[in-house]
């Protein structure tokens, strides 16, 4: 063990450490093996010391769960901006949105979590893309119809990319559809969304 590794952290630095720990743990062996054990061994703390930011292992995966959310819904923000301003494109947003659920684990936490029986594992994800979607919604949407379709888009994106990380390429081949047919279809829906935003006319 390195001095490097066994010097005192600050406490948010300890738990940064451990978040992200736990993601690399999460995308390399699954949901399963975000344990306070294995992040403890991961950043060379103990399991005292995981115990006391975040209370259990529920409490890490939940933590987790805030911090993917988080860490996903200002990719995708910065995604929906850049398109917006030109400099990007739905399929950009769209690739974003499905990798956060697939390659970066969300899916997999989300649907380990609920089988464990911590219900309220979705909340940060759901009160953290809730705030992106009031953050990025256009000026000129200000209407009820307006903000009720960025909310039906993005519930709709953030759906497919769900379902697409937990079974979608299983499912596309066995209905005969290349495996990146959920994506085509979410960067269909999304054009089709800008088209219809007043930010863009």
Known sequence: MTMATRKRLKPEESRTAALEAARHLLIET??????????AGRIGRTHANLLHHFGSASGLQKALAQHLAETVCETIKEAVRAS???????????????DAFDKEGAGALASWMLLTGNEDALDPIVETIHELID????????????????????LTLVLLALGNALMGPALARSLGLPEGSARDRAERLLIGSLA??????
């Open 196 to 201: 219809r935003d007043p930010a863009q006319s």
């Open 30 to 39: 699954g949901p399963q093996a975000v344990t306070l054990k294995a992040v």
């Open 84 to 98: 917006r301003a030109g400099l990007g494109s739905p399929r950009e947003v769209v690739d974003l949105t499905f």
């Open 135 to 154: 953050e990025i919604a256009p000026e000129e949407a200000d209407t009820h119809s307006g903000v009720l379709a960025l909310h039906e888009t993005t």
